[in-house]
């Protein structure tokens, strides 16, 4: 059975939560016998990496009308590749965008949908996969019985590994609907030179215990010389200390990086729902007691302004 994966794209690269899902994809072919296969979007996209990831064949949509996050448009056009391919497994990489392809492209394929999925499937028992639930406070075993199947893979599940292939590149026209790109963008707002919270490996993020938005140099020093994003608490971002873009949070941006810093950040739980899926928290607060800790791995109990600067001095020597 033939797998197609989905590549979401930034700035013209495939995300690296993409090649986390055409691993994932590899590996569901590897076990299904099938050929691994995707798709991308966008005239100047590098597909090169596609091929180094294993992928036999990439379908190369370049109409210009895709610029547009229109998700009728985009589950059209992967249902029609999976349909004119004898596609039983779609995946992708869980994402804003991909979130609300997800469920269009189920119904379209009649196909069932598990998201969040942080394993690969277990076919020694059907189709058994795991998934983060409640915010990644626990998991969900789920097995999953229809014939054709939409897999939405989570942030860092999957480790990458190379595995050459084919890669050849093969434009693609979907067949669309009347339906599609019945939404227009009217404008679009983008922060431009940062490293993005969803994209990123390592998030520095702060809290009230800063003082104030005076002091927030330092935190930005730390995530430059970590090229890491910057993030901060519900009330930092409340107080207009920092753009709302950057709240981390159950109600903002949820995260789920390589590693977190929590610097001056009590650990309210609306915050710890927001960042659970992190592989590696590191927390930084003068209050011993503070809920951070209780789900930080590592803990450094004393002051932000000492510890912050000392800190990225280490670092800046040993680069």
Not at 59 to 67: K, N
Not at 161 to 189: Q, R
Not at 234 to 257: A, C, F, Y
């Amino acid at each position: 059975m033939s797998v197609l994966v989905f590549l979401e794209s930034v700035d013209s690269n495939i995300k690296k939560s993409a090649l986390e899902a055409l691993v994932y994809g590899r590996n569901i072919a590897g076990a299904t016998g099938g050929k691994l296969l995707a798709i991308a979007v966008g005239e100047g996209v590098d597909l090169s990496l596609a091929g180094v990831y294993g992928a036999e064949k990439i379908f190369h949509i370049t109409d210009s009308r895709f610029t547009q996050a229109d998700e009728q448009a985009f589950a059209e056009a992967i249902a029609d590749a999976a349909n004119s391919n004898g596609v039983k497994n779609v995946v992708f990489a869980k994402s804003s965008l991909t979130d609300s392809i997800t469920p269009k492209l189920a119904s379209m394929l009649q196909a069932t949908a598990a998201t969040n999925v942080v394993s690969l499937p277990d076919y020694s028992k059907g189709c058994e996969v795991k998934r983060s639930i409640f915010t990644g406070k626990a998991f969900e075993i789920v097995n999953i019985n229809s014939e054709k199947k939409v897999f939405s893979v989570k942030k860092n599940a999957v480790e990458l590994s190379e595995a050459p292939a084919a890669g050849v590149v093969e434009k693609f026209s979907p067949n669309l609907s009347n339906k599609a790109f019945s939404i227009k963008t009217i404008s679009t707002e983008k922060t431009t030179g940062e490293v993005l919270l969803s994209d990123a490996e390592i998030v520095v993020s702060a809290g009230r215990g800063l003082k104030g938005p005076e002091n927030w140099g330092m935190i930005i020093d730390l995530a430059k010389t970590l090229g890491a994003a910057t993030g901060c608490s519900k009330p930092v971002s409340d107080l207009n200390w920092r753009p709302h873009h950057e709240h981390v949070g159950q109600t903002g941006i949820k995260v789920s990086p390589n590693l977190y810093f929590a610097i001056g950040i009590s650990g309210a739980i609306q915050h710890v729902a927001g960042i659970s899926s992190s592989k590696v928290i590191v927390a930084i607060n003068k209050d011993a007691d503070a809920p951070i800790f209780k789900v930080a791995t590592y803990g450094i109990v004393g002051d932000a302004f000492d510890i912050v600067p000392k800190l990225t001095a280490a670092i800046k020597a040993i680069q």
